[in-house]
């Protein structure tokens, strides 16, 4: 063999090392974040451990209990420093929930001060309430209507999910209600406007006064029906303890959400746990201050922004291009405004932020404000567009997306062969009909893979977001059934925001650590999906056209 | 034919419309995308301006020989005080609207008259002496009310005292300065032709229900001092008494409610004092000099052991025309202050040394006046005319200096570049320095591209030299997934996964970047030396899916290793021997994290264009040179790099555009504290993590809020040259190989 070829053999591994080391990484972090996203949402034993008695734990009912339910979270070595060489003593982390009975929600314990008991109480009980955190308790009994039921009892769980059954119904029962008076609080604003417009004119105001305290009677008795119903839904009690030797409290039925019993799941039962535990968090409304919950209205919110956000970003990212490709020509000014928009695409995310805020919120959306919602401002003195929401959010992203679909389409506006423009010129067609009928069907699938880069590159987006309109926590989502639908002046939950939000500035960290995994995996997983598409898409097409010049 | 005509007319008609339209259109977004950097520069622009100063109207007043000037919060009702009167004017048309004989405001005895009259803003009270060594405080009480459809000031003056200091003769000067508890008025006094300078404390009891009762005199002290006096402040704080003497000396007293304590003299040339004035805040004075030299001091501690001492911070501000008649009068708004001497009046800035505006009158100044809401300016010249001006200077805390330049702010031991804008109090400087953004910026780029640099060059090198083309369908959408990752995930991983990793085990992920080349050349030797055929044999273009095993082996034998290197090298634990050894701080948020998270969002866009840059080099170059005999390496150094090193260069230059503007990873790793240190051990603040943490509170058309966009500017000329640069050398390298 030729000794010539083998030069640098060796050298050629050390650039593989380079490809494989950046594939590595992305596999690294894919899978960990699927991991621990997935991880959270899989049902876990939950253990009795028993420590020595001076570590025993005090709860606020003032009892101290050295044996308590928890589920493991962590195993972690806890370094001394300087002595590196010596084993170091490994200290395991417990989730306890009962945040309100222990004021925490997690303890460590070093391992060789711990015991675990090898038997699994089948009693636990793990209950997600309305208000507080999670508690993980043992059930004493079951009041319903003067009739006690005892866990042991066979009846005991056939009890409880009536008595959740009629829970639930308030409960719907009350969401109804507080539809209806949202809907008033609407009324009631639009008529405050009005007698505020009338009284500043100097007009009668004695049929707004009517229908206002008409409304407000009516919002009284609602809010009656409500607490009633309220009243009703908390009539069971279910009396539990939060463990063997530890304080026992009453805990209203009507505060229940979901509960299971951990420990007495299958693992078909876990699976079924597991699938059910995933739906929830993709469909329910936070709560806790985003510790517990879902992110229904998160995902909604990223949902609505970047759809939004994609109309302007299409339209005039098509325009744009077919401008620069099929009309303009190739002279310098052209070679610098092509240069102009690549280097848009390097313009720094947060950049745009401040454009937003300053441009389109401080300057549009004030004078917006100030010419079509005066009246509303100087009767509530609360801006509609002057302040950061949703209209401004998909705008800025907008912007900043818009060399990404110009870009594409340019792309595939060139990939379409020049035969078919002059084919369509020589039957006689106008510049604008061959555009319509030929080239723009042609270089669709270009068009589609410049949206769903563009809308990939606009959902994983928050640093502009923190600046012109995404909030921690809403109320009400941008969409509903109330006119007009849309809501573009409301503030909106992203789920990128809501992983800064909770990693970054949540007050319990450490309990608020599986939601972020959860969310970022639920982030990743869109806009992967989504850039996917947009890759597979391209790689066809220019499978199609690969005669286009690239 | 007509029919066909017509049809014929409506699509011209359309086609010549969407024609225009789409011109219209395209090269409307094209200038809207363009403004977004005029709207920044626009914002930026105000920060250059200098104070605008109109003069508004001008006054005769009836009274001579002016003691001490005040006016009301809205600048509408101004008072002058002299020998015999208080009286009250309205700048609306002019008139006088009420005045007070002091002989009877005062009841002031047989032949005793005002000698010297000072007024206090903060307080809105003038402290007025007499000849027979009394002083009263006339509290002015300005109140707004509506009258017509307009607002109207109207004072209603309160006089308080007479105070004594226990010696009678003729004050001819007097300071005075109030806090809520604590009152303190110092005087010169003249009796039988010798000067002697007395304090006296005064107190307000309260009774149960908080009122005020009476103000007393607590205590009264003569102050005892080299030289003699020429000037005399009080501090607001009414803590220390600050005196200049006819040799050019400075001396400090302070006065904590006992005997007044000389804690300093400082020689500030050879004339005299002609003035010494307070800045907002208390912590720094101005003196003026015969000569017309403009001192400013500041008092600091040299280091945590000396005393709080009067030092001269301030070198740069110009000199004063020689002259007789020096005023002054700082703004209680922010650090800006307004000198005359003679007919020249000047505004300066006294943070930045900025002189914001400069005026001649005719006449010589007597007083000058800064109005409370810093929006107008006063004048009394020796003719007994008042000059009104409106001043409008929206920033008067910027200036070149500000942004880019070393200040020596108050409290500090020496001039430094500082980002700190929000102070403790309103009183703080803001310090607005761009220098440690941007040098945080680049610290964090710089570790950014040390990592991502060489793995994504040497990935591309390999993707498209070597790597079998059935896999290279495979590998660059992969390469591509991981450039989609948003950053908020990229960046929430390093801060909660990799920060704390990388605290533990520095040591171990050194040896595994060792150890990993190591075994992977171990392996390549190996493979070299086995014949063709072998069934261990990797075959070209597969080389990477043996890295697989070979990589896990270098990582596990570096990780083990670690442990041992760190008990060797670093007595048993990196970070206290970084803490003590190299006497450097370790932040578990540090450079290190934030360059190998940042890695993850550059190296695909490195990958992705060097990649696309090496594999558009033409084949026949590369055909040639292996049919020569070169090996594929040296074919891939000698031939293709070389080739294709523009498009190397454009790729490296748009990783670095990236890594210079991204926000969100840094905003989770960086920690945060705008610092300049080397220490890759350390926390940063970049431009991008700036803007997303200060913007959102920062009050519109501000100098801060201008200070941010000024920051965003610079980040976007950084990255636009950046990326122009390499746009241009991509598309030179594109023309250069077009078949």
Not at chain 1, 324 to 331: G, P, Q
Not at chain 2, 304 to 327: C, I, V
Not at chain 2, 382 to 397: K, T
Not at chain 2, 673 to 695: C, D, H, S
């Amino acid at each position: 063999m030729n000794k010539q070829t083998t030069v640098g053999e060796s050298r050629v591994w050390i650039t593989a090392l380079g490809l494989a080391l950046g594939l590595a990484m992305t596999i690294i972090i894919l899978g960990l974040i699927t991991f621990y996203g997935m991880r959270v949402f899989w049902p876990k034993n939950v253990v009795t451990v028993s420590v020595p008695q001076e570590l025993a734990i005090q709860d606020t009912g003032g009892k101290s209990s050295n044996r308590y339910l928890g589920i493991e979270m962590k195993r972690v070595e806890k370094k001394v420093p300087g002595k590196s060489e010596e084993k170091a003593p490994v200290s395991v982390q417990f989730y306890t929930a009962n945040r309100h009975a222990y004021g925490g929600s997690f303890v460590f314990v070093l391992e060789e001060q711990l015991t675990i008991e090898n038997e699994l109480n089948k009693n636990v009980m793990l209950i997600e309430r309305e208000t507080d955190s999670r508690a993980m308790v043992l059930p004493v009994k079951l009041i319903i209507d003067d009739k006690e039921y005892l866990p042991e009892s066979p009846e005991f769980n056939s009890a409880l999910e009536k008595a959740l059954d009629y829970v639930n119904d308030k409960r719907d029962q009350g969401r109804d209600i507080q539809d209806e008076l949202h809907d008033l609080d609407i009324e009631l604003k639009d008529y405050q406007l009005d007698l505020f417009v009338k009284k500043r004119d100097g007009l009668d105001t004695s049929l707004e006064e009517k229908e206002i305290a008409r409304i407000q009677k009516l919002a009284d008795e609602y809010s009656a029906a409500k607490n009633k119903l309220l009243e009703e839904q908390n009539k069971d009690t279910l009396v539990v303890k939060i463990s063997e030797s530890g304080m026992s409290y009453d805990l209203s039925v009507g505060n229940i959400i979901r509960y299971n019993f951990p420990n007495r799941l299958s693992t078909g039962g876990k699976f079924a746990l597991f699938c059910d535990n995933i739906w929830e968090y993709v469909s329910s409304w936070p709560r806790e201050a985003n510790t517990e919950g879902g992110i229904f209205p998160a995902i909604i919110g990223t949902l609505v922004m970047t759809l939004i956000m994609c109309i302007p970003v299409t339209f005039f990212g098509v325009i744009a291009a077919i401008y620069l490709h099929e009309y303009a020509k190739d002279n310098l000014l052209t070679r610098a405004v092509r240069i102009a928009i690549n280097n848009l695409a390097g313009v720094p995310s947060i950049v745009f932020g401040a454009f937003g805020l300053g441009f389109l919120i401080y300057t549009v959306g004030v004078g917006i404000d100030d010419f079509f919602f005066s009246d509303w401002k100087a009767a509530t003195n609360e801006p509609v567009f002057g302040t950061g929401g949703l209209i401004w959010a998909s705008l800025t992203l907008a912007l900043m997306t818009l060399p990404v679909v110009i870009v594409s389409t340019e792309e595939a506006l060139a990939s379409v062969p020049n035969g078919l423009r002059e084919g369509a010129m020589g039957c006689g067609a106008t510049k604008w009909q061959s555009i319509w009928t030929i080239i723009l069907p042609s270089s669709m699938p270009g068009i589609i893979t410049g949206m769903i880069l563009a809308m990939a590159r606009g959902a994983g987006e928050v640093a502009p977001l923190m600046l012109v309109g995404v909030i921690k926590v809403v109320h009400a989502l941008p969409i509903d059934m109330t006119a007009p639908f849309i809501h573009l002046d409301q503030k909106f939950m992203h789920l990128g925001f809501h992983i800064y939000d909770l990693g970054f500035q949540s007050p319990d960290s450490e309990a608020a650590k599986p939601m972020v995994y959860a969310t970022t995996l639920f982030l990743i997983l869109t806009v992967t999906s989504l850039n996917l598409a947009g890759i597979i898409i391209r790689q066809r097409l220019r499978k199609k056209y690969a005669t286009g010049a690239f | 034919m007509s029919d066909l005509m017509r049809s014929s007319k409506k699509t011209l008609l359309i086609d010549k419309f969407m024609n225009g339209a789409i011109k219209f259109c395209g090269i409307g977004i094209i200038a809207a995308v363009m403004c977004l950097l005029l709207y920044i520069v626009y914002e930026v622009y105000p920060l250059s301006k200098s104070a605008k100063v109109t003069a508004v109207k001008t006054l005769k007043l009836d009274t001579p020989n002016i003691l001490s000037f005040a006016i009301d919060e809205w600048s509408s009702a101004p008072a002058v005080i002299n020998a015999e009167e208080l009286t009250f004017l309205k700048l609306k048309d002019d008139s006088v609207s009420g005045s007070h004989k002091l002989k009877d405001f005062l009841s002031l005895s047989e032949g005793e008259t005002v000698t010297a009259a000072t007024y206090n803003q903060s307080k809105q009270q003038f402290i007025v002496g007499t000849s027979k060594g009394n002083f009263y405080i006339i509290a002015l009480n300005f109140s707004r009310e509506e009258q017509n459809g307009e607002w109207v000031a109207t004072p209603s003056p309160e006089a308080l005292g007479p105070f004594d200091f226990g010696i009678e003769g003729k004050i001819t000067q007097i300071s005075y300065g109030a806090q809520e508890e604590q009152k303190l008025c110092s005087a010169l006094i003249e009796k039988d032709g010798k000067n002697s300078t007395h304090i006296a404390y005064l107190s307000q009891s309260m009774d149960l229900f908080g009122n005020a009762g009476d103000l007393e005199i607590e205590d009264s002290y003569q102050l005892d001092y080299p030289g003699t006096m020429s000037r005399l402040l009080v501090s607001n704080q009414a803590d220390r008494v600050a005196i200049t003497n006819t040799k050019g000396d400075l001396i400090i007293f302070t006065c904590n409610g006992g005997d007044p304590e000389l804690v300093q003299t400082k020689s500030l040339g050879e004339s005299e004092n002609k003035l010494v004035a307070p800045i907002l805040g208390d912590q720094s004075l101005i003196t003026i000099d015969a000569k017309g030299t403009v001192a400013g001091l500041t008092y600091y501690k040299e280091n945590p052991k000396t005393p709080l001492l009067f030092h001269q911070t301030k070198h740069e501000l110009e000199s004063m025309p020689m002259g007789e008649d020096f005023s002054y009068s700082g703004s209680v708004r922010n650090k800006s202050f307004l000198i005359s001497s003679n007919k020249t009046l000047r505004l300066y800035n006294f943070t930045t040394e900025h002189k914001r505006w400069e005026h001649t009158l005719e006449n010589n100044i007597k007083s000058s006046f800064i109005s409370q809401k810093y929006d107008n300016i006063f004048v009394i010249d020796d003719q007994s005319v008042l000059h009104q001006f409106d001043l409008n200077d929206p920033h008067p805390e910027a200036s070149w200096k500000t942004f880019f330049g070393k200040i020596h702010y108050e409290g500090a031991p020496e001039a430094e570049y500082k980002w700190e804008s929000t102070g403790g109090t309103d009183e703080a400087e803001m310090k607005l320095s761009m220098m440690p953004l941007v040098y945080g910026s680049l610290k964090a780029t710089f570790y950014a591209m040390l990592f991502a640099m060489p793995l994504a060059l040497l990935a591309a090198l390999y993707t498209s030299q070597f790597l079998h083309p059935d896999l290279k369908k495979i590998v660059k959408p992969a390469m591509e997934i991981m450039a989609s990752l948003p950053s908020v995930i990229i960046g929430f991983f390093g801060a909660i996964w990799l920060a704390p990793r990388l605290e533990d085990t520095f040591p171990s992920v050194i040896m595994c970047i060792i150890t990993i080349p190591l075994v992977t050349l171990l392996f390549a030797k190996f493979q070299s030396s086995l014949a063709h055929g072998h069934s261990f044999k990797s075959r070209p273009g597969h080389e990477f899916f043996w890295l697989a095993p070979i990589m896990v082996i270098g990582a596990i034998l570096g990780w083990k290793m670690g442990p041992g290197l760190e008990n060797i090298l670093f007595d048993g634990s990196f970070k206290s021997w970084w803490h003590h050894s190299a006497n450097m701080k370790y932040e578990s948020k540090n450079a290190i994290v934030v360059g190998f998270s940042m890695g993850f969002a550059v190296i695909p866009i490195i990958f992705t264009i060097a990649e696309d840059a090496l594999s558009n080099v033409p084949k026949n170059l590369t055909s040639g040179s292996l049919a020569l005999g070169a090996s594929r390496w040296q074919t891939a150094t000698k031939v293709v790099l070389p080739t294709a090193s523009a498009g190397i260069f454009s790729a490296c230059m748009i990783g670095l555009g990236r890594a210079v503007g991204e926000t969100m990873i840094v905003l989770f790793c960086c920690g945060g504290t705008p610092i300049m240190e080397a220490n890759p051990f350390n926390g940063m603040r970049t431009l991008a993590v700036n803007l997303a943490t200060e913007m959102p509170e920062a009050p519109k058309d501000g100098t801060l809020f201008r200070a941010l966009f000024m920051g965003a500017l610079l980040l976007f000329l950084m990255t636009f040259i950046i990326n122009t640069v390499a746009e241009i050398m991509r598309q030179r390298l594109r023309d250069k190989y077009k078949v």
